[in-house]
């Protein structure tokens, strides 16, 4: 009888422990659904190297062939970053941006995403709360009251140019789902496939840039060096000038 009452003990944790597993499954899949399709640090190996857009690394397109025209200029708890954004290569993300800023939607957002040597995140308006951080990177709006397509125009010299350190780019959660997410390059994103609409560089404030990303976090799925800022980092206000 005691041997029976152990077989049976046994197969009712192996069933429980079963049950949590996949119940855990489930959740990370639905959770997953609603994130935010950010870039991802991509791993150099030879499948890596044959997906990436053919931009050939021997062709030097200088920045200054980047039509500039506005400049931004974000006051953020750790200083100023000053941005030249590129009305000509990317319109309508520029006019998003600068139709968001007079609006002030980015006044006391928050940096929702560090990613050490790689990028920082912003522009989700989730983030003024702090009760719904397991929602930071899931919101936002474009003035367009919709999402709205990539320009991802190979001809442009941006596109050419690519992800370098300092690139501003849309964050989305897909193809031509653009809503106010952007991110801000550092060295690594240089390896990144040309999904996201370059619309802008850093034109002062590189070091702000890199003094956020050098900000502990809380780690994510991605790894223990991408996540949440432990501490906020918040955008004061945003102002746009010709």
């Known amino acids: 009888m005691k041997k029976l009452n152990f077989t049976y003990r046994c197969q009712l944790l192996i069933f429980i422990l079963t049950f949590i597993i996949i119940s855990s499954c489930g959740q990370n899949s639905q959770e997953q ?129 690519g992800y370098i350190k300092g690139t501003l780019a849309m964050a989305n959660r897909g193809p031509n789902t653009n809503k106010s997410q952007f991110f801000i390059c550092l060295e690594e994103a240089e390896k990144l496939e040309h999904n996201w609409t370059i619309f802008g560089r850093i034109l002062e404030g590189m070091d702000i840039v890199e003094l956020i990303s050098s900000a502990r976090v809380i780690p994510s799925n991605r790894g223990p060096d991408d996540g949440i800022p432990r501490k906020p980092i918040i955008i004061h206000w945003v102002k746009v000038r010709r």
């Open 33 to 161: 659904q609603k994130q935010v399709i950010t870039p991802q640090k991509q791993v150099t190996d030879a499948k890596k190297e044959e997906k990436k857009i053919p931009v050939d690394p021997n062709i030097m397109i200088p920045l200054e062939r980047i039509t500039i025209t506005h400049r931004a200029y974000l006051m953020t708890s750790k200083g100023k970053i000053v941005l030249g954004l590129y009305g000509k290569d990317a319109p309508k993300a520029v006019e998003n941006f600068i139709g968001l800023a007079k609006k002030g939607y980015y006044n006391g957002i928050k940096f929702h995403r560090i990613a050490k040597n790689f990028l920082i995140q912003a522009g989700d308006r989730l983030t003024r709360n702090s009760r719904r951080m397991e929602d930071w990177g899931t919101g936002g709006e474009s003035i367009f009251k919709k999402e709205f397509e990539d320009e991802l125009d190979t001809e442009t010299p941006s596109y050419k140019i």
